[in-house]
């Protein structure tokens, strides 16, 4: 079955970029009808939807984040992507990859195991 | 932004009680409610979707109701791997979607 898979640096400095990667494994990113998203959870602010991206390229992005984020795809990786810059303390979290369906209305069926991010110097 | 809340935050309860917990909408979100488990150092896991539609392989002990800006879920006999937190959430509009707080079920 299809499953979901976080990846990237545990450790992030204030200012600095954090980048993820999702690599889902079992199935083809091109197919189906989803949403793929990613979201956080802080102690602070529990789950938050952070965004989304559908595999035609269209996002779909939290507004608070919305100037800092860019979700990407990479069908030939089967693969899809978070870029947050300018991260401060606030941005520390467990990072999730989920998917959902392709609809405006689209729950989170399939999430990945989750990555903890952190930000400090 | 469509805010949610839960009651209680924490539960304390025994194998076989029954449990609910309340999840409010801000706004009318329809039916747009999913219910997740989460334990300690996992990713939550759907139990429900539409407010009221079991996910293939949760245990039918577990049941959601409502619509509009109220919800509830039912644990009809609690057992030992039910205790965990559980969140709502809606997704009526992605602007963003959005989780309640939590709810913590604990050992009484």
């Known amino acids: 079955q299809v499953q979901l898979q976080e990846s990237g640096p545990g450790l992030v400095k204030p200012s600095q970029t954090l980048s993820l990667t999702c690599t889902v494994s079992?199935?083809?990113?091109?197919?189906?009808?989803?949403?793929w998203s990613w979201i956080r959870q802080t102690a602070g602010k529990g789950l938050e939807c952070v965004g989304r991206?559908?595999?035609?390229?269209?996002?779909n992005y939290n507004p608070s984040l919305e100037s800092r984020i860019t979700i990407s795809i990479e069908p030939s990786k089967n693969q899809f992507s978070l870029r947050l810059t300018s991260v401060t303390a606030a941005d520390t979290a467990v990072y999730y990859c989920?998917?959902?369906?392709?609809?405006?209305?689209?729950?989170?069926?399939?999430w990945g195991q989750g990555t903890l991010v952190t930000v400090s110097s | 932004d469509i805010q949610m809340t839960q009651s209680p935050s924490t539960l304390s309860a025994s194998v076989g009680d029954r449990v609910t917990i309340t999840c409010r909408a801000s706004?009318?979100?329809?039916?747009?409610l999913a219910w997740y488990q989460q334990k300690p150092g996992k990713a939550p896991i759907l139990l429900i979707s539409?407010?009221?539609n079991l996910e293939s392989g949760v245990p039918s002990r577990f049941s959601g109701s409502g619509s509009g800006t109220h919800f509830t879920l039912t644990i009809s006999s609690l057992q030992p791997d039910d205790f965990a937190t559980y969140y709502c959430?809606?997704?009526?509009?992605?602007?963003?979607?959005?989780f309640g707080p939590g709810t913590k079920v604990e050992i009484k």
């Open positions: 989920a998917r959902g369906l392709g609809y405006s209305n689209s729950w989170y069926p399939l």
């Open positions: 079992g199935g083809s990113i091109n197919s189906g009808n989803f949403y």
């Open positions: 991206i559908y595999i035609d390229g269209s996002t």
């Open positions: 706004q009318s979100i329809s039916s747009w």
């Open positions: 539409k407010a009221s």
């Open positions: 959430q809606q997704y009526n509009s992605f602007s963003p979607y959005s």
